[in-house]
């Protein structure tokens, strides 16, 4: 008997820490009912808008006047195009999420280490310049702020007795942010043998802040080929509109077998265009 396979349980987005705190996921994202209703909705009236933009109108006879057929396809095309839109927008947009929170976050653990160099050099220990940089970004961020969550856990931790670095290294795997474990893994190693922690942060963010520079520097230079890019994705539409608008003689040549076969011959190379154009913009450091 072959056993059935069972599905994997979804990663949650939240773990409960060994103080009873919800301490969260980085690595995944889970709309709400209504977020997901929202996006759908909002992708499914651009797909269908630009489905029957490009389709609609299908089935006339020789009169050129619409039969039975071209309202089932000006509901069905555009209906279909939609649905699509949406089941694909959402994986995006989650993605997209994700992808912000982190930036956020690392933006936010730099300032941490910041403040952390700032308290160490002053003369005071661990524990102190975690307490002194948590009330530093209280001023700096509002209070739901990533970064005040994690300190929140690890003051809550310390009060606790549970070793600092075991809860950086948990925000380091949670983080799911190289720097922030990579940070986590080396603070873990010279807390326990006695190194120089004031060296490990200061270095730690001297490196990490010469990247974020690096990282804004060549998105600074991105900017205009992303922006070009952007108008280049609704002029295509935006031209077919024009044309359906203005001329609507011309725009019965959409409606013959060669013009639908040309319309759907340039969207699939329109959309394999866009891709590409992401991917080669996609610059990970």
């Known amino acids: 008997m072959f056993k059935k396979k069972t599905k994997a349980p979804p ?6 820490s060994a ?14 009912r209504w977020e997901k209703i929202g996006y759908a909705l909002l992708a499914f009236i651009v797909g269908a808008a630009v489905g029957y933009l490009f389709y609609g109108g299908l089935g006339k006879d020789e009169f050129g006047q619409p039969t039975v057929v071209t309202y089932i396809l000006n509901i069905l095309i555009p209906s279909i195009v939609g649905l699509i ?12 999420i994700i992808s912000k929170r982190k930036r956020q976050l690392s933006k936010q653990f730099r300032d ?5 160099t700032t308290s160490l050099s002053a003369g005071k220990n661990v524990t102190d310049s975690f307490y002194a940089v948590y009330e530093d970004l209280k001023v700096q961020y509002d209070s739901s702020a990533y970064i005040l969550r994690e300190l929140e ?14 809860l950086l290294e948990d925000f380091g795997a949670r983080s799911d942010i190289g720097d922030v474990s990579s940070f986590a893994g080396v603070f873990s190693i010279s807390y326990r043998k006695g190194g120089n922690i004031k060296d490990v942060i200061r270095n730690t963010h001297a ?28 002029m295509p539409i935006a031209i077919v509109a024009i044309i359906k608008g203005m001329s609507p003689d011309f725009a019965k040549n959409f409606t013959t ?3 639908i076969m040309a319309s759907t011959v340039a969207i699939i190379i329109f959309v394999i265009a866009y891709f590409v154009g992401k991917s080669v913009l996609n610059i990970k450091m």
Do not use: C, H, W
Request: aromatic share 8%; glycine share 4%; proline share 6%.
């Open 257 to 259: 077998p060669a013009g």
């Open 19 to 32: 103080t009873n705190m919800p301490t969260m996921n980085y690595r995944v994202y889970y709309m709400k």
């Open 112 to 116: 941490m280490l910041d403040g952390l």
């Open 85 to 96: 839109s949406a089941k694909l927008f959402i994986p995006a947009r989650t993605k997209a």
């Open 11 to 16: 990663e949650p987005e939240f773990f409960l």
């Open 153 to 166: 856990l690890i003051l809550s931790g310390v009060q606790n007795n549970i070793p600092v670095e075991e």
């Open 207 to 234: 490196i990490l802040s010469d990247k974020m520079e690096i990282e804004e520097d060549i998105e600074t230079l991105l900017t205009a080929n992303k922006t070009e890019q952007n108008l280049m994705s609704i």
